[in-house]
């Protein structure tokens, strides 16, 4: 009876030992599931702020900065063909006026922008925060490397699209102090013409944003193929 008693003892605790480690690893894996899951959250939150930032800056249209350009052009190419200054004026008014809802479109935009810097911030923590993820999951340290790749992407993402409306921004209302110094001012001409030549381009900033954009989609749906 000794040897029986013994024998279910021992039983008993094996079995609270190996509920025990059962318990540990479910619990260990659970958490793994809730670090990559409060990733995904963070990243589809952070991929909305940058979308909705995003939108409005583009939605200005530099085409309207370069119908003002134009008119730009126009006006001091009218200082050669002898048109009268009121003629400049409204061309200068026309000018001014496309500038103006440019200017106010994208001021409008600072708390978008304010947003998507903060869900990068909350994105960079929960990528960092996958440096505690077991290797109860499949791929783990790929997908750790991966998670500060897609978080670093998104801020230069986000760097990129800051400096387009920057410079978007600046070069509008350099436009219109040029039109109305040049109207002001003839023998200035060429000095206000050339200073505009200071500002990058439009263009190269936009393909900047557009190539870090599908870089970090493309890193994410990386991340998503390791996870599965």
Same mark, same amino acid.
């Given at each position: 009876? $000794?040897?029986?008693?013994?024998?279910?003892?021992? !039983?008993?605790?094996?079995?609270?030992?190996? *509920?025990?480690?059962?318990?540990?690893?479910?619990?260990?894996?659970?958490?793994?599931?809730a670090?990559?899951?409060?990733?995904?959250?963070?990243?589809?939150?952070?991929?909305?702020a940058?979308?909705?930032?995003?939108?409005?800056?583009? =939605? *200005?249209?530099s085409?309207?900065?370069?119908q003002?350009?134009?008119?730009?052009?126009?006006? *001091? $190419?009218?200082?050669?063909n002898?048109?009268?200054?009121?003629d400049?004026?409204?061309?200068?008014?026309? =000018?001014?006026?496309?500038?103006?809802?440019?200017?106010?479109?994208?001021?409008? *935009?600072g708390d978008?922008?304010n947003?998507? =810097?903060?869900?990068?911030?909350?994105?960079?923590?929960?990528?960092?925060?996958?440096s505690?993820?077991?290797s109860l999951?499949?791929?783990?340290?790929?997908?750790? $490397?991966? $998670?500060?790749?897609?978080?670093?992407?998104?801020?230069?993402?986000?760097n990129?699209?800051s =400096?387009?409306?920057?410079?978007?921004?600046?070069?509008i209302?350099?436009?219109?102090?040029l039109l109305?110094?040049?109207v002001q001012?003839n023998?200035?001409?060429n000095?206000?013409?050339?200073?505009? !030549?200071?500002?990058?381009?439009?263009?190269?900033?936009?393909?900047?944003?557009?190539?870090?954009?599908?870089?970090?989609?493309?890193?994410?749906?990386?991340?998503?193929?390791l996870?599965?």
């Open positions: 009876m $000794g040897m029986v008693k013994k024998y279910k003892l021992l !039983s008993a605790l094996f079995l609270v030992v190996i *509920t025990g480690i059962i318990f540990f690893f479910y619990k260990m894996y659970q958490r793994d599931i670090i990559l899951e409060n990733f995904l959250v963070s990243y589809k939150k952070s991929e909305k940058i979308s909705d930032f995003s939108i409005p800056v583009f =939605a *200005t249209d085409s309207r900065l370069d003002s350009n134009k008119i730009y052009s126009r006006v *001091t $190419g009218s200082m050669k002898m048109h009268s200054n009121e400049r004026q409204e061309m200068v008014r026309e =000018a001014i006026s496309q500038n103006t809802y440019l200017l106010d479109s994208l001021n409008e *935009t978008l922008e947003k998507a =810097a903060d869900a990068i911030s909350e994105l960079r923590s929960s990528a960092i925060a996958l505690r993820v077991s999951i499949k791929n783990d340290k790929e997908l750790k $490397g991966r $998670g500060i790749e897609i978080a670093d992407l998104s801020r230069k993402e986000l990129s699209l =400096a387009y409306k920057r410079v978007f921004r600046d070069k209302d350099a436009v219109n102090k109305k110094n040049v001012h023998k200035e001409q000095r206000v013409i050339n200073s505009l !030549s200071q500002y990058p381009d439009l263009e190269r900033l936009s393909k900047e944003f557009g190539d870090l954009n599908n870089n970090r989609k493309a890193a994410y749906a990386r991340f998503e193929e996870g599965k």
